[in-house]
Structure formats: structure tokens, C-alpha cells
């Protein structure tokens, strides 16, 4: 079935850096876009970033664009999400999604905690 386990969330000061990782599986993952999400406390999930099949195209939202990348390598079935500059407001719990035959798979996510 598929899987998808994000990895590499932490603490980390304001202005740190930090590499998100989720590692998929049950599906051809060079076959579909992948995205990252973020839901802080209290607020609702949020569209961070995406990516395409190939990794050709990818978006983000405009409060974390110039400082977030997303990428993807299709020989390991991973999904990456360099993040920069990271301010406090960046602070949620980070999950990797994907849509396949009109099915929402989400990971469990991973924290992210930025401290001023």
C-alpha cells in the first residue's frame, strides 16, 4: 500500500536551515507530483510546495518562496524540502502528499519547531 515517512524535522534557531525528507512506497513514484503541506497549531493544513512528476515544475506558497526548495530524486523514491531562513512562523508539523486515482495519501509528518 502506499507509504510515505517524513524525516528531519527538529528545533532549530531563527534564521537555521533544515532538510525535510519523505521516503515513498506502493506506488510509481516518478509517476506523480508530490507536494509538502504544513499545519501550525490552531490553523488550518497549508500548501507549502510542489513538485511535478519529473521535477520539472515545481510552485510555493509565497511565504516561504526564495527561502524553501523542493525537490525530488525518482532513483530513491524521496521527496525533498530545503528550508532556509527559517522563522518562527515556519513552526508546524510537515507532511508529504500525493494524489493518486482520486485519493488523498498523506505521511504521519514531521515537527518543525523554529525558536526566536
Known amino acids: 500500500q502506499v507509504q510515505m515517512v517524513e524525516s528531519g524535522g527538529g528545533l532549530v534557531q531563527a534564521g537555521g536551515s533544515l532538510r525535510l525528507s519523505c521516503a515513498a512506497s506502493g506506488f510509481t513514484f516518478s509517476s506523480y507530483a508530490m507536494s509538502w503541506y504544513r499545519q501550525a497549531p490552531g490553523s488550518e493544513r497549508e500548501l507549502v510546495a510542489s513538485i511535478s512528476s519529473a521535477g520539472c515544475s515545481t510552485n510555493y506558497a509565497n511565504s516561504v518562496k526564495g527561502r524553501f526548495t523542493i525537490s525530488r530524486d525518482n532513483t530513491k523514491n524521496t521527496v525533498y524540502l530545503q528550508m532556509n531562513s527559517l522563522k518562527p512562523e515556519d513552526t508546524a508539523v510537515y507532511y508529504c502528499?500525493?494524489?493518486?486515482?482520486?485519493?488523498?495519501?498523506w505521511g504521519k509528518g514531521t515537527l518543525v519547531t523554529v525558536s526566536s
Open positions: 502528499y500525493t494524489w493518486i486515482g482520486r485519493v488523498n495519501y
